[in-house]
């Protein structure tokens, strides 16, 4: 079992920056890939970015990469998720979310831990 918690978010202003943390408990293993989606109201939940726990590779979906890095703290159990020059169309819930089982980064349906989500909303 695997427990994931977010915090972090939040309301800011376009171009501002927020960081989100997912502490994770429970067992956690180098092959976790640990991954952070996102749903927008009236959207399908999609993949941002997401990292093996071991800490290499890292992928990202195009519309994160270049504003958005994601990390992991194995001394905390926490991974996190830099937002940079954020755009109102980040805003979304933001999930935490552990694969502890397949080699698939970004299709949620792979992921078997969810963590509750927290809110992120860019004001334009």
């Known amino acids: 079992q695997v427990q994931l918690v977010e915090s972090g978010g939040g309301l800011v202003q376009a171009g501002g920056s927020l960081r989100l943390s997912c502490v994770a408990s429970?067992?956690?293993?180098?092959?976790?890939?640990m991954g952070w989606f996102r749903q927008a109201p009236g959207k399908e939940r999609e993949f941002v970015a997401a990292?093996?726990?071991?800490?290499?590779?890292?992928y990202y979906a195009d519309s994160a990469k270049g504003r958005f890095t994601i990390s992991r703290d194995s001394a905390k159990n926490t991974v996190y998720l830099q937002m940079n020059s954020l755009k109102a169309e980040d805003t979304a819930v933001y999930y935490c979310?552990?694969?502890?089982?397949?080699?698939?980064?970004?299709?949620?349906?792979?992921?078997?831990?969810w963590g509750q989500g927290t809110q992120v909303t860019v004001s334009s």
């Open positions: 990292i093996r726990w071991s800490d290499t590779p890292r």
């Open positions: 429970g067992r956690t293993f180098s092959w976790f890939i």
């Open positions: 979310a552990a694969n502890t089982d397949d080699n698939s980064w970004s299709s949620s349906l792979k992921y078997d831990y």
